[in-house]
């Protein structure tokens, strides 16, 4: 029988008008301890092929603005002009348009703001700009830099179309690759299934990163280094099977596991790109790895754009599938009442009762094992919850007073995520300490809260 589990809040923040579409948390000035970044803008939007349908014309905020935050709530800087706050913007697919990291060597972090026909690069200490560059098109709002220094000719960031794409260009494409400087060092190119998200980490072992772009591992000298082996790059279609969202678990042997929630497939592949497995879905739209059950080494977590939730093992066996309920616990905004959620990233995993990066081994099961438990974690729509491996919702966030979302005037047809109703979940470690907090958030207030 199943035993939920109720995380407690113990820390909440309040953004005022700098509040974001999106936040973003990096360490930007050395301390240990990750800032906030507050994302106001379009996003995809922006791109006049959406700017001008009609309820995204209705609700077009009137200006881009990143403001950071220290995690005590210290206003540090604010860049760009913030939108009023008395009234809804709209703003779709926002998770990649900022990115941060040391891009050229000098031990400081900068911040990269894609913002559709410009990028630009600011100091992460104080959000001056340090570079901008012109893009050929107004559709560039992904972008992802390496963290460590390149030599000429690669590629100190990425940043990409995460739509539709113009002229012979097709959904997510193109890529360009800049220096330091954010001038162009290779591309415009197309990479096979890149769709919303890049991932910058060391994919082969060799002490340096690679971006994760799609289906493939990509030098940063632009080099294709692998890509999944299920994946024949001629064939893909660009809008069916692109990458919505990757995720990736280092397991206790040292293997780096690679999930993709591919649009119209699921896959499993190790690093290097052989696949474990792949599954068909009805709209594969997020995945979470990790150890939601005992009865296998780890699990494979997929997410159907309004359900069902599946669990896989991974060997690709399906273990279960579940529905995925809107909750309210504080009741349900009028104006959000039968409207559309579509997030980008809409499940992640959470470890509970201990610290599963620190396993060890057990003789009785075979596996690595540790006092942690992972659990799938909901939010794409309502306040966020959470799965156990069994399929129950197990996992439970106390809503504080101020996650009651206030009621607005929306223009018909509108998503209610990309007006700033529901909430985001990220988790990472809040305090420095080890351990990682499940960070739940809107347009106004985040919460912390701790396993």
């Given at each position: 029988?199943?035993?939920?589990?109720?995380?407690?809040?113990?820390?909440?923040?309040?953004?005022?008008?700098?509040?974001?579409?999106?936040?973003?948390?990096?360490?930007i000035?050395g301390?240990?301890?990750?800032?906030i970044?507050a994302?106001?803008?379009?996003?995809?939007?922006?791109?006049?092929?959406y700017?001008?349908?009609?309820?995204?014309?209705?609700?077009?905020?009137?200006?881009?603005?990143l403001?950071?935050?220290?995690?005590?709530?210290?206003?540090?800087?604010?860049?760009?002009?913030?939108?009023?706050?008395?009234?809804?913007?709209?703003?779709?697919?926002?998770?990649?348009?900022?990115?941060a990291?040391?891009?050229?060597?000098?031990?400081?972090?900068?911040?990269?703001?894609?913002?559709?026909?410009?990028?630009?690069?600011?100091?992460?200490?104080?959000?001056?700009?340090?570079?901008?560059?012109?893009?050929?098109?107004?559709?560039?709002?992904?972008?992802?830099?390496?963290?460590?220094?390149?030599?000429?000719?690669?590629?100190?960031l990425?940043?990409?179309n995460?739509?539709?794409?113009?002229?012979?260009w097709?959904?997510?494409?193109?890529l360009?690759?800049l220096?330091?400087?954010l001038?162009?060092?290779?591309?415009?190119?197309?990479?096979?299934?890149?769709?919303?998200h890049?991932?910058?980490l060391?994919?082969?072992?060799?002490?340096?990163?690679?971006?994760?772009?799609?289906?493939?591992?990509?030098?940063?000298s632009?080099k294709i280094?692998?890509?999944?082996?299920?994946?024949?790059?001629?064939?893909v279609?660009?809008?069916?099977?692109?990458?919505?969202?990757?995720?990736?678990?280092?397991?206790?042997s040292?293997?780096?596991m690679?999930?993709?929630?591919?649009?119209?497939k699921?896959?499993?592949?190790?690093?290097?790109?052989?696949?474990a497995?792949?599954?068909?879905?009805?709209?594969?739209q997020?995945?979470?790895?990790?150890?939601?059950?005992?009865?296998?080494?780890?699990q494979?977590?997929?997410?159907?754009?309004?359900?069902?939730?599946?669990?896989?093992d991974?060997a690709?066996?399906?273990?279960?599938?579940?529905?995925?309920?809107l909750?309210?616990?504080?009741?349900?905004?009028?104006?959000?009442?039968?409207?559309?959620?579509?997030?980008?990233?809409?499940?992640?995993?959470?470890?509970?009762?201990?610290?599963?990066?620190?396993?060890?081994?057990?003789?009785?099961?075979?596996?690595?094992?540790?006092?942690?438990?992972?659990?799938?974690?909901?939010t794409?729509?309502?306040?966020?919850?959470g799965?156990?491996?069994?399929?129950?919702i197990?996992?439970e966030?106390?809503?504080?007073a101020?996650?009651?979302?206030?009621?607005?005037?929306l223009?018909p047809?509108?998503?209610?995520?990309?007006?700033?109703?529901g909430?985001?979940?990220?988790?990472?470690?809040?305090?420095?300490?080890?351990v990682?907090?499940?960070?739940?958030?809107d347009r106004?207030?985040?919460?912390?809260?701790?396993?």
């Open positions: 029988m199943s035993t939920t589990v109720r995380v407690r809040m113990v820390q909440e923040m309040a953004f005022g008008a700098l509040g974001g579409a999106e936040l973003f948390f990096a360490d000035d301390d240990g301890k990750p800032e970044l994302y106001q803008g379009p996003a995809v939007f922006g791109a006049r092929m700017a001008v349908w009609p309820h995204v014309a209705a609700a077009f905020p009137k200006s881009t603005c403001s950071a935050f220290r995690n005590d709530g210290t206003h540090l800087w604010t860049w760009g002009e913030p939108n009023p706050a008395d009234k809804p913007y709209i703003c779709h697919a926002h998770e990649s348009c900022v990115a990291g040391d891009v050229d060597g000098d031990g400081r972090v900068e911040v990269a703001l894609a913002d559709g026909r410009k990028v630009f690069l600011l100091d992460g200490l104080t959000g001056k700009v340090r570079a901008e560059a012109e893009m050929p098109e107004d559709n560039f709002y992904i972008v992802q830099a390496l963290g460590e220094k390149t030599a000429p000719g690669e590629a100190a990425v940043v990409k995460g739509e539709g794409g113009y002229g012979t097709r959904y997510g494409e193109p360009i690759a220096d330091a400087r001038k162009t060092v290779w591309g415009p190119v197309a990479i096979p299934g890149a769709g919303h890049i991932l910058s060391d994919l082969d072992g060799d002490g340096r990163k690679e971006y994760l772009v799609g289906y493939c591992a990509v030098k940063p632009g280094a692998w890509t999944v082996d299920a994946i024949d790059p001629s064939r279609d660009a809008d069916k099977e692109h990458v919505d969202y990757p995720d990736v678990l280092r397991l206790a040292g293997r780096l690679l999930g993709f929630a591919g649009s119209n699921a896959y499993l592949a190790e690093a290097g790109g052989r696949t497995f792949t599954h068909p879905g009805p709209h594969v997020g995945c979470a790895l990790g150890r939601f059950r005992k009865d296998s080494e780890f494979v977590a997929i997410y159907n754009d309004d359900g069902p939730f599946v669990l896989y991974p690709g066996r399906e273990l279960w599938q579940r529905p995925a309920p909750r309210w616990p504080l009741g349900c905004p009028k104006a959000a009442e039968g409207r559309v959620f579509h997030r980008n990233r809409p499940i992640v995993t959470f470890s509970v009762q201990g610290t599963p990066e620190k396993p060890v081994f057990s003789k009785k099961t075979g596996f690595f094992e540790s006092a942690g438990k992972d659990f799938i974690v909901f794409d729509g309502g306040w966020p919850w799965l156990d491996g069994d399929g129950n197990a996992l966030f106390a809503p504080p101020n996650s009651r979302q206030p009621e607005r005037d223009p047809k509108a998503r209610a995520d990309d007006l700033g109703y909430f985001a979940t990220q988790v990472l470690d809040w305090d420095g300490d080890g990682k907090e499940a960070v739940v958030y106004r207030y985040l919460w912390v809260y701790r396993p």
